[in-house]
């Protein structure tokens, strides 16, 4: 299945300069998410506890493959959204600032996590939810994304972490 022709490029958007990939047109097929969440689970070969989502792209198949792996869902969200109390990380992405936060008790430790968002670009995001789930002693066992943006190098930020992306740019 060709899913690299399901990602719309954006140029422009949000702001002048960035290249936005678009990832609806790859939702808006059931059969399309079915094969996308089977080629993430084929590479996942220890049993995982919890499938970090990281707010708001990352939710859409992180939901999907904590069902497929028997895995609990834990949400990472931006600033002011967890209603409960939450652990915070600061972090840069390719077009601004912002602030990650987890709950407290989403993560027990030594439990085997896979940690999911929709793009790897810049490596911030990302590395802000590894260094949420570390600090809660959560074991990370892959971090997984729909896309991976190479030119900007964001697997320097997770240096040590399995990294699986199933289409490259
Ligand atoms: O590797 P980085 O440079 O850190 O960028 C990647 C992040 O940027 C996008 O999220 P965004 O903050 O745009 O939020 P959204 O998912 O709510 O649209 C994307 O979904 C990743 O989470
Ligand atoms: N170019 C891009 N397209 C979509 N999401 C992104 N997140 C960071 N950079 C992005």
Redesign the pocket.
Known sequence: MNIESLVRTIPDF?KKGISYKDITPLLQDYKVMEYCVKKFAEQIDSPIDKVVG?????FFFATLLAKELKAGFVPIR?SGKLPYNTLKEP??????Q?ELEIHEDAILKGEKVLIH????????????ACNLVERLEGEIIQCNFLIE?TF?E?KN?LEGKEILSLIKY
């Open positions: 949000p990281i707010e708001s792209r990352g931006k972090y840069d992405l390719e077009y601004g912002d968002d929709d793009v790897l670009a810049t490596g911030g995001t990302a590395k802000a943006l900007l964001g930020q």
